[in-house]
């Protein structure tokens, strides 16, 4: 609900929140109090009204209602300072209801910032330093800070108030940290008071609110599974969930035609197979409708022959009816095996992003729906940033494309590192299986060039032990070329020196999730090869490296 409200909605939401804070449940109010402390903090022409509510809290006389508004007050002082100061008194009228350790640090926090605006705050911070030692650390650890404040702002009323929480902090408590607190303070107030008010009373850095931190991407998730323990931990329920049901959805271009959700199961082996047995019975279960008579159209049929021995695992481009835009694709789904459903392929990254670019094709007589996706565990965890395929339908002999966002959020697979990526797709007819090829270049990101000295620390604070060479075969032989085309790639060119009748060029690469690999490769002229060493931190991925630089050299 957080993340849900603007300024427009801001009155119902606080009405509900208020409402939440009179219920039974102490855990549930507390929250519920919290709740609007954030929104205060999320949108600031909105804070009135929710400093308004909280006080409104207050005057119920509940004592863990006021302890927790206390709490959030402290945060809203800290957001907004020198604004909602007049509300302090109304605090401190409650001063002898705190009984728990986060509330009184909050109290006593407010009482030592706002010393100098509240006549009898020496009064207050005795009143907790009567029994400091009986404090949890939390509270005395605050009530050390505040009183040194307080001595900052009234020197002359308080020299022996701030003399003898020292005392205690540095005597008389076992704390380790309350007692070095208490020696430093101790010593800035003896040989520098200026330089004890520049540190303790330096302003304190505004605090904000996280809600709005994550992708829109996975927002749109959340809220489709707000009803949902998804909506609680913030993740996917495919992240958290070995087997579920995914929630009823509505994808924007079928708002007014209910589909049915996208059944998944999360792989249950090391080696990341699906349980398609499992996965058949539960859409079973499910009761999808499948349309009645589906066969192929005799023009269909010679088209699906056609897609599936042109395209038969090479690159491919768009199939008939669908515009020809895109990188080559290859066959993903052949029609036979899909029902009359043809897919084809390929990934790409494209404006600092990873995207499997789909082209669909219907084969069938009947119109195709209901189209959702998803990735198995793999090696990147890399992932679909939505399920639901955004694409009406499909009618008879009609084909679409579709740009899939990918995010490096989901389950990340155990074992030997590989490319493959394992896919469910869903229609209104059923589930199907396939795995596609990810070029490893793909997962290369912009901002893997490192400079000479930064390239040097790295490779030096590798171990040599973890360093990996080998000797490739290769068609380019201009130096200078195979740079220019590794760049294109994202491999980056970092320096380069002779020596002994041999040429060095030093490259390096960053891979999805920020993974540095450094490259130094040899040449020799007249000689068609070259020698290439590699350092990273995650020698497990060395192989697909190989591979990929045999690929290069060779192409």
């Known amino acids: 609900m957080i993340m849900l409200c603007t300024e427009e909605n801001i009155e119902q939401v606080l009405m509900e929140f208020k409402e939440y804070a009179t219920e039974v449940d102490v855990e549930f109010v507390r929250k519920s109090v919290r709740a609007i402390g954030r929104l205060a903090i999320k949108l600031e022409n909105a804070t009135e009204k929710c ?25 809203i002082f800290r957001k907004y300072p020198n604004k909602y100061e007049r509300i302090i008194s109304t605090l401190c009228e409650n001063l002898e209801s705190l009984d728990e350790p986060e509330a009184k640090a909050s109290m006593i926090w407010i009482v030592g910032q706002y010393a100098e605006r509240i006549d009898n705050a020496n009064d207050l911070i005795e009143s907790f330093i009567d029994g400091f030692k009986d404090e949890s650390p939390l509270v005395q650890l605050q009530l050390l800070t505040a009183t040194v404040k307080l001595f900052l702002k009234k020197p002359k009323d308080n020299q022996r108030l701030v003399q003898s929480v020292l005392d205690l902090a540095t005597q008389e408590c076992d704390n380790p940290d309350l007692r070095d607190r208490g020696f430093v303070y101790w010593r800035l107030l003896s040989s520098d008071p200026e330089a004890a ?57 079928e708002v007014d035609n209910e589909e049915e959700a996208f059944i998944s199961d999360t792989p249950n082996n090391a080696t990341g197979g699906f349980d398609m047995s499992e996965m058949g019975s539960e859409l079973a279960q499910v009761g999808v409708s499948v349309p009645t ?28 009816g669908a515009p020809a835009a895109g990188p080559p694709r290859a066959i993903w789904l052949p029609p036979d095996q899909g029902k009359g459903l043809g897919i084809l392929g390929a990934f790409v990254r494209r404006d600092g ?80 299986y396939f795995q596609a090829e990810l070029p490893f270049h793909v997962l290369f990101q912009e901002d893997g060039k490192l400079d000479k000295n930064a ?101």
Not at 55 to 66: A, F, G, P
Request: glycine fraction near 4%; charge should be neutral.
């Open 51 to 75: 400093v308004q509510a909280l006080l409104e809290l207050i005057q119920t006389k509940v004592n863990y209602v006021v302890q927790e508004v206390i709490i959030v007050v402290k945060d």
């Open 197 to 253: 008010k520049v540190v303790v009373l330096s302003e304190k850095p505004l605090i904000t609110e996280d809600s709005s931190l994550l992708e829109p991407s996975l927002l749109d998730e959340l809220i489709s599974n707000i009803g949902t323990l998804s909506s609680v931990f913030h993740k996917l329920p495919e992240t958290f969930v070995s087997k579920y049901r995914a929630a009823k959805v509505y994808s924007r271009a």
């Open 293 to 320: 008579n589906l066969q192929p159209q005799p023009q269909f049929q010679s088209q699906a022959s056609a897609f599936t021995s042109q395209y038969g695992g090479a690159t491919a481009p768009a199939a008939a």
């Open 353 to 432: 992003k990873v995207f499997a670019e789909l082209t669909l094709q219907n084969f069938l007589n009947a119109p195709l729906n209901g189209f959702a996706i998803q990735f198995n565990r793999n090696t990147f965890g890399l992932m679909p940033s939505a399920s639901i395929i955004q694409i009406a339908q499909l009618n008879p002999g009609e084909a679409a494309q579709y740009s899939l966002l990918l995010v490096a959020g989901g389950q990340i697979t155990q074992g030997p590192p590989s490319t493959i990526i394992q896919i469910a797709f869903k229609n209104n007819i059923d589930i199907f």
């Open 455 to 555: 390239y040097l620390q790295m490779w030096q604070a590798i171990p040599d032990a973890e360093e990996r060479a080998g000797e490739y075969q290769m068609r380019l032989m201009d130096v200078d070329a195979f740079t220019k085309k590794l760049e294109s790639f994202r491999v980056f060119f970092v320096a380069k020196r002779q020596m002994n009748n041999q040429e060095f060029i030093y490259l390096s690469l960053k891979v999805i999730g920020g993974i540095l690999m450094l490259l130094e490769v040899s040449f020799t002229p007249g000689i068609p090869s070259c020698k290439c060493a590699l350092r990273t931190s995650r020698t497990d991925l060395v192989p697909l490296v190989d591979i990929w630089l045999r690929h290069i050299f060779q192409a």
